[in-house]
T-cell receptor, first 114, second 114 residues
Framework: SQTIHQWPATLVQPVGSPLSLECTVE??????LYWYRQAAGRGLQLLFY??????ISSEVPQNLSASRPQDRQFILSSKKLLLSDSGFYLC?????????????FGPGTRLTVT | AQSVTQLGSHVSVSEGALVLLRCNYS??????LFWYVQYPNQGLQLLLK??????LVKGINGFEAEFKKSETSFHLTKPSAHMSDAAEYFC????????????FGSGTRLQVQP
């Protein structure tokens, strides 16, 4: 069966510090990978998605970036965090082949920028 | 492009009462529709999915949803609420084109009163 991991689970970082969040998927190959952000009291905002190693598409212009160095690894980064980067970050995967395209989510990372 | 509207950011029901969470979608192509549940500080869990095989879809935990094309709706129901159903529920849509990312509604928080 497939499993998706995220770490760290919680993170408190000062404004201007760097960020690295990691997501890994087990039990599947060549998945589509996604990063979402959920701000307090709001829905999910798609940040990045990837259909393969080194292939990243950005949905929202911001100071965040993503990378996919390995098939089942997806990293979210920032060089300098802003207060507005606080939120709950969720990684998700879905099969690249065929529908119906449901996504499976990791446990999330709670980021607080102080 | 797709969009989802969830009517009612908060819904409160008594234990044992009917649960009805509303979702209306907009899509220029035949959609795939999903309901997810999120418990506090956790990732999203797939409740059920509509894939055009049947208009009435049964999911986990006794939930079901009916796809009504004429009303562009995909409302989530459960005959009898349980205290453990208290959570936030998200409706999502995607299409068999493009990036196949999910577009989420803003969520409905379900409260179950004893």
């Amino acid at each position: 069966s497939q499993t998706i991991h995220q770490w760290p689970a919680t993170l408190v970082q000062p404004v201007g510090s760097p960020l690295s969040l990691e997501c890994t998927v087990e039990g599947t190959s060549n998945p589509n990978l996604y990063w979402y952000r959920q701000a307090a009291g709001r829905g999910l905002q798609l940040l990045f998605y990837s259909v393969g190693i080194g292939q990243i598409s950005s949905e929202v212009p911001q100071n965040l970036s993503a990378s996919r160095p390995q098939d089942r690894q997806f990293i979210l980064s920032s060089k300098k965090l802003l207060l507005s980067d606080s939120g709950f970050y969720l990684c998700a995967w879905r099969s690249a082949s065929g529908g119906p395209y449901e996504q499976y989510f990791g446990p999330g990372t709670r980021l607080t920028v102080t | 492009a797709q969009s989802v509207t969830q009517l009612g950011s908060h819904v409160s029901v008594s234990e044992g009462a009917l649960v009805l969470l509303r979702c209306n979608y907009s899509s220029s192509v035949p959609p795939y529709l999903f309901w997810y549940v999120q418990y506090p500080n956790q990732g999203l869990q797939l409740l059920l999915k509509y894939t055009s095989a049947a208009t009435l879809v049964k999911g986990i935990n006794g939930f079901e949803a009916e796809f009504k094309k004429s009303e562009t709706s995909f409302h989530l129901t459960k005959p009898s609420a349980h205290m453990s159903d208290a959570a936030e529920y998200f409706c999502a849509v995607t299409a068999d084109t493009g990036r196949r990312a999910l577009t989420f509604g803003s969520g409905t928080r379900l409260q179950v009163q004893p």
